[in-house]
């Protein structure tokens, strides 16, 4: 057999894990060392996100970072521990196990991040050890002895400061070595399972060809795992082993002994007297900044002032501080499109570029301005460290209807987009709460229904005749209906379909920061590049398909616009599904929005701008706002009523439109069940709602 | 007698960990083991605990693993 | 340009950005990923070239 090539003369740079607790600045060391050179992908068969990034030796030889999701132990309890403890366990095909593990730890806390430390050292390994967050670590009256720790664990240790960048040469050069030695890991296995573990080892060596250095942290994470989380992409194991697994574990059941507590005791136990040793408490500290500002943020009635007036200031920055770039990207739109139409002649090109190209595409980077604000104050909340406290203020509320505090921080990623938000659902541990997040994540209303909103709130309230506290107030009121609905509806399956444990969160709240600039405004970069690629590609090819669609069959010479679109094919899909939506108010040019949007919701704006602009005969490209008041019934009625609007609202705010969405969440519950049933309770409430809404909004004659 | 049952800002080291053995578990890996001394901060139900310098939120069912011993107030 | 011309250029437009459509529905049918939309930045991971085995 051929030598594994981690102990084989490496000819190539070698591949370097990067490990740590959840909140100890891995993801900032991450992007310290490795920059703009980064790919983001996903481990095939999950959501959790596969980040692997480039550095540079001392001497310009590039070396990949391979960044793993925060874990607090090998023995996994959610998907994103499981996808660490399988690559690093060498489990995934997918992935091929690291030669050296950078494991980084948060000074202030030494002693609980030392633990997944512990048991990564089982592993073998050459490992560097990363201490971060040494500035804080001296503020609250740390002194962590480096060299004392380098000298107890036998491999080198780097003190840090990831956010400012301090230690980072030092760790590059350390990275650069060729040769790293093997820590001294002087840790011995309780006696009394010291038997199952190295019977268990061997048959991992003999029957799962592991390693025989890894097969031994196996074992042992084998032995001591309650519940085994196993994600898709993580190799089983083979028969004899799991046999052999089962024998010890029912053996131990007998005898009644609680083999992992005392497991995780004795790791302990090392740990504390390494810890006595390197850490000094030089004076005490005060209560430290975050004590003082968590004093006022988690208090019963500060707390929840504060939530608010941050979702407040959210949803009013929106309005305020987009709306003059978005009137300028609006402009220029406009101004392009007028000079399409000044430099041809009329003709099918002039129609697909002016009516499908420039309006489809523009109407939709009009709204990149809100989107970029909505997510860079996502990723302040969660950069700051107050998202985990939104967590810990909402657990008694979210208790209530059966969820914790974690699923919270998915649902208000969701306000974004429901994909992260469904990605972030990864860190919840039980797994009908997780499906049960996953199922009312698309409820929160999401960026792509902003522009939906937008659209329909400016056709219902025209102009500046409105106060802006009426245009909040409305879209806050969407925003709400939509949160409502999906705590609704987790009550409602946590009670029928999911029936499951009471909710239980162990969360760790991490010490406050101030935001780092550099990564929030890398993100929103890179936000901008997604949906502007999206909109120059997708958005740009199903606008000139729908100007095709809205353009043909031709309709015989003289035919008015109307008419064109009537008896186009957008206009024949829109008047087969009119029986089904007439009763919400909405007619057949509302139709082929509403199918156009099961593509992306965003594309409703886009289709309303290929579909009444159609309708404009000057030269002129008028706003869609006033094509959209201009639109009438064949009797002469107003289209776009306020009832009208807040309907089609109301339908956008429950209506599952969205592929992107349906594709993760299959992924997601492994199968079509769970996205189907999601598509159609999402969509069967939408109509109802409307339904309700609407016919009671007529009887009462509005 | 329960860490719920302690006061804000008062102090209680851990004497045993009963229920759940994932829970238990998970406790443990967090740090909140025999012998550790957990502080108080804030909550009703949803509580927060100081343990070392983590600060770690705990919903009442996970809270209710942990017996702890009252320790007297430093002041 | 003539109206022939551009309903010709109209056309093959469409033919492109529908063939777009279709090619990328069958890619993605192939390689699954989470979308490459919101949060899936950059290209999706291939999987990794297997390395060859070292004598």
Known sequence: ?702 | MQLAAIANGASGRVCALEGLAEVCERLREMGIGEGVVVKRMSGQGTLLCLVGHTRIALSEQAAGHIVVELLPSAH | MSPQVQTLLALALVALAATGLVWRAIVRRNHPGCGHDCSCPASALRPPVKQPRRP
């Open chain 1, 1 to 702: 057999m051929a030598p594994p090539p981690h102990l084989s003369a490496p000819a190539r740079a070698p591949t370097y894990a990067l490990v740590g607790n959840p909140n100890c600045g891995k993801s900032t060391l991450f992007n310290a060392l490795t920059g703009l050179k980064q790919k983001v992908g996903n481990y095939p068969g999950v959501t959790v996100e596969k980040k692997i990034g480039t550095t540079y030796s001392q001497h310009g030889q590039p070396i990949t970072v391979i960044d793993l999701p925060g874990a607090y132990s090998l023995a996994a309890r959610s998907p994103d521990e499981a996808v660490t403890r399988d690559v690093l366990l060498g489990r995934r095909s997918d992935t091929p196990p690291p030669d050296r593990i950078l494991c980084i730890v948060d000074a202030t806390n030494l002693e609980r991040n030392l633990y997944l430390v512990h048991q990564i050292l089982d592993l073998g390994r050459p490992v560097i050890l990363v201490l971060n967050m040494m500035d804080l670590a001296a503020q609250a009256g740390l002194n962590v002895r480096v060299a004392r720790l380098e000298k107890e664990l036998g491999l080198p240790v780097i003190p840090c400061e990831a956010v400012t960048g301090k230690g980072l040469m030092e760790l590059r050069l350390t990275m650069s070595r060729s040769d790293l030695p093997l820590a001294r890991h002087a840790w011995n296995v309780p006696t009394p399972i010291a038997p199952a573990v190295s019977e268990l080892a061997s048959s991992l060596v003999e029957h799962d060809h592991k390693l025989p250095l890894t097969a031994r942290a196996e074992a042992l994470l084998l032995l001591t795992d309650q519940d085994s989380v196993r994600v898709a992409g993580s190799s089983p194991l083979s028969p004899r082993t799991t046999e052999i697994l089962q024998g010890w574990q029912q053996r131990w059941a007998a005898e009644g002994t609680d083999w992992a507590g005392t497991l995780v005791n004795s790791r302990y136990d090392a740990i504390g007297e390494l810890a006595a040793e390197v850490v000094q408490r030089v004076g005490v500290a005060g209560p430290s900044t975050s004590d003082r500002i968590d004093a006022v943020v988690t208090h019963p009635v500060w707390g929840w002032l504060v939530l608010g007036g941050v979702m407040t200031l959210l949803f009013v920055s929106i309005f305020t501080l987009a709306q003059g770039p978005m009137d300028w990207i609006g402009d220029h739109m406009a101004m392009l499109a007028d000079g399409v139409k000044a430099q041809m002649p009329p003709g099918d090109l002039r129609g697909l570029i002016t009516d499908g190209a420039i309006g489809g595409v523009g109407s939709i980077v009009t709204f990149l301005p809100q989107i970029l604000i909505l997510f860079c104050f996502i990723g302040l909340l969660e950069s700051t460290g107050y998202m985990a406290r939104a967590a810990f203020i909402m657990d008694r509320l979210m208790s209530r209807v059966g969820l914790n505090g974690k699923s919270f921080i998915p649902l208000l990623s969701s306000y974004a987009c429901a994909i992260p938000g469904i990605m972030a659902t990864r860190t919840i541990e039980d797994h009908k709460d997780r499906l049960v997040t996953i199922l009312v994540a698309p409820l929160m209303s999401c960026s792509a229904r902003l522009p939906v909103y937008l659209l329909m709130i400016a056709a219902l309230l025209p102009g500046d005749l409105m106060p802006l506290g009426a245009k909040v107030g409305l879209m806050l009121l969407m925003y709400a209906l939509g949160t409502l609905g999906a705590f609704g509806f987790a009550w409602f399956f946590k009670r029928t379909l999911l029936k499951g444990a009471p909710p239980m969160m162990i969360m760790e709240l991490p010490p406050y920061r101030l935001p780092g600039l550099r990564d929030v405004a890398l993100q929103m970069l890179e936000r901008s590049w997604i949906f502007l690629r999206r909109a120059g590609t997708v958005i740009l090819a199903i606008s000139i398909v729908l100007w095709f669609l809205a353009a043909y069959p031709k309709a015989p010479d003289g035919a008015t616009p109307t008419q064109q679109l009537a008896q186009s094919f957008a206009g024949q899909a829109g008047h087969l599904i009119e029986p089904v939506i007439r009763p919400l108010g909405f007619d057949w040019q509302i139709g082929i929005g509403l199918i156009s949007s099961f593509a992306a919701r965003e594309v409703f704006v886009s289709t309303l701008g290929v579909v009444f602009n159609a309708e404009t005969t000057n030269d002129n490209t008028a706003p869609l706002r006033t094509a959209l008041l201009a639109a009438r019934w064949p009797d002469g009625r107003r289209l776009f009523t306020p009832l009208v609007c807040v309907t089609l609202m109301i339908f956008y705010v429950f209506a599952m439109q969205c592929m992107s969405t349906i594709a993760v969440v299959k992924r997601e519950t492994n199968g079509w069940k769970w996205p189907l049933f999601q598509t159609l309770y999402m969509t069967g409430t939408a109509w109802i709602l409307s339904f309700i809404f609407y016919q009671a909004g007529t009887a009462l004659g509005f």
